[in-house]
């Protein structure tokens, strides 16, 4: 199991019944040789049967009332007095978590270098692999009587376990300071589902990647779930000896902090750039002289680059004296906002910290330059100097300092190339992110502000705002990145771009056409409602007594 063997610790455990440690291991039996798997162990204290084959925590003494009067967590690692390992220097390597709920003292979930789950409440099943939306995790379940396994599980009340958030995480998180999050429930995922999602990541590397579909597949996972395997099958979690719990913990983290009430700038969006990104890392250019560094940043980098992103742009911030754009002195506000906490998530998870001091921050500040170049308000500077190295054709991606510039440009075609992909994806992108834009002005409006140009829901549409963002903005970017890489990924880009923006215009045409049809119908409708007005009132005048002033009729007014 995830867990050490109980016989190796002498017998030592803690028995989830009468929460006392005692010796489970029936050593006391008499009993040379390792007992069978499969055997029951009686608890001596409670004479409560325990499955031998099954993780159990081992603790040298019961936890303490006041530990459980609230609902949180305890961290703990092999060196701690909790232990009662005859020789903690044999597990000196083991960290991990309790959870509790003060409403059932007896259910502990244990989380160590995996999730192992241990519950104690009478016919609760063991859940399926993949169970969880935290795919790929291992879970085990401790039972009470063997006779008791019959009991139906739904009499057993759902509870929901939490992460412990930090004070000011938590209340960044609340509900009173967010507003009220979309309730996703977590169904249990049918292996159906998980297998269609393991098929889609065998072809992750396919421009036409449906990231819609695959959110759906993985229960609104796509982030954690992409980012992961895209990062196991760089071998990076080995390379660099990442902790698997704590690079789970900080992807599920990243997850968390974008906001899933943004139309736009959610988990969807940053998994769809992290693909876009992994894409362009496999191009020949880039294949061939990236380092594992420079590829664990680009992914990192797409997977946080909008992360706790408001759902508004930069200069809404400015105007309304957010306290981000003073902290950030007006300059690159979201995008330093980004970073930082992208940082913050890294040190809290301690990801790096078993990297030496200056690698760490290193990594840090290379993560934040990459970030920093997604800034839009900066695309001319970064165009002209892209610009500038192809034409004079000295791009060396021998040097550290070129390659990084690189991937800062991958990252930027990754960040807005969704008028790149097949109209289907690029469509539904475009919607969202328009609406996310009229939501922006709507706010403008009601407070009386300046409402800001691509905003305006009454002056703009879908189709001239992409149009005129392809034109502008994703064109020329893409024109010189299919000059540094003229292979058939970037002309498949570029010959998506050009349907998408036709299929805009034709639509454009559409509604024009459409409007001016219907203005003239409804001119003659209103000038037959006058006429039939005036002539009813003109009847009643004379039934009224045929006054010789003549009421000028509401309708002849409009006209």
Request: hydrophobic letters at 35%.
């Amino acid at each position: 199991g995830l867990l050490s063997d109980p016989w190796e610790w002498g017998g030592r455990g803690l028995c989830l019944h009468c929460c006392h440690g005692t010796c489970i291991v029936p050593q006391h039996m008499g009993m040379a040789q390792k007992p069978p798997v499969n055997m029951a162990i009686i608890c001596p204290d409670c004479s409560m049967e325990v499955c031998y084959q099954l993780p159990v925590l081992p603790l040298d003494r019961p936890v303490p009332k006041h530990v459980l009067s609230r609902r949180g967590a305890i961290s703990f690692s092999s060196s701690s007095s909790l232990f009662g390992a005859p020789d903690p220097r044999q597990l000196s390597q083991r960290r991990g978590a309790i959870s509790y709920d003060s409403s059932d003292q007896t259910a502990l979930y244990i989380r160590m270098l995996g999730d192992v789950r241990v519950r104690s409440q009478v016919g609760f099943e063991p859940e399926r692999r993949s169970s969880h939306p935290y795919l790929c995790i291992d879970f085990r379940t401790l039972h009470t009587r063997l006779g008791c396994r019959s009991t139906s599980a739904s009499s057993a009340p759902e509870r929901r376990v939490h992460r412990l958030l930090s004070f000011q995480r938590y209340l960044h998180s609340s509900r009173l300071l967010r507003g009220v999050p979309q309730q996703i429930p977590l169904h249990i995922l049918d292996e159906d589902y998980t297998g269609q999602a393991r098929c889609m990541l065998e072809k992750v590397g396919n421009w036409n990647f449906d990231i819609f579909l695959f959110d759906r597949l993985t229960n609104g996972n796509s982030l954690i779930t992409l980012t992961f395997h895209l990062l196991n099958q760089y071998g990076l979690v080995e390379l660099f000896q990442l902790d698997m719990v704590k690079l789970w913990r900080f992807l599920v983290m990243v997850q968390e902090d974008y906001h899933s009430d943004n139309p736009y700038h959610n988990a969807v969006h940053a998994a769809d750039v992290t693909q876009a990104m992994y894409c362009y890392l496999r191009e020949p250019m880039l294949a061939k002289s990236l380092t594992s560094c420079d590829i664990l940043l680009g992914l990192l980098a797409a997977a946080t680059h909008d992360l706790d992103h408001p759902g508004v742009n930069q200069p809404f911030l400015i105007k309304t004296d957010h306290y981000l754009a003073t902290l950030y002195r007006n300059t690159s506000v979201l995008e330093n906002h980004h970073w930082k906490s992208a940082v913050g998530l890294l040190r809290e998870t301690g990801l790096f910290s078993h990297l030496p001091a200056e690698d760490s921050l290193n990594m840090e500040r290379d993560l934040g330059s990459l970030i920093l170049a997604t800034d839009i308000s900066r695309q001319n500077d970064y165009l002209s100097r892209f610009r500038m190295h192809l034409d004079q054709e000295n791009l060396c991606l021998s040097n550290a300092s070129h390659r990084h510039f690189v991937l800062q440009m991958a990252l930027k075609c990754a960040d807005i190339c969704n008028p790149c992909r097949p109209w289907e994806l690029s469509k539904q992108w475009s919607e969202k992110v328009t609406e996310e834009f009229f939501q922006q002005g709507d706010i403008e409006r009601k407070h009386k502000l300046e409402v800001s140009p691509v905003c305006d829901r009454e002056a703009n549409t879908v189709g001239n705002i992409q149009i005129g963002f392809m034109t502008y903005v994703a064109e020329p970017l893409f024109g010189e990145w299919a000059r540094f890489s003229d292979t058939r990924l970037s002309q498949t880009m570029l010959g998506h771009m050009g349907l998408n923006k036709a299929s805009w215009g034709g639509l454009q045409q559409e509604q024009t056409s459409v409007s001016e049809e219907a203005e003239p119908s409804a001119a003659s409708s209103n000038a037959e409602d006058g006429a039939a007005a005036g002539k009813r009132d003109s009847n009643t005048a004379t039934t009224a007594g045929g006054t010789s002033s003549k009421e000028i009729p509401q309708g002849s007014r409009e006209s």
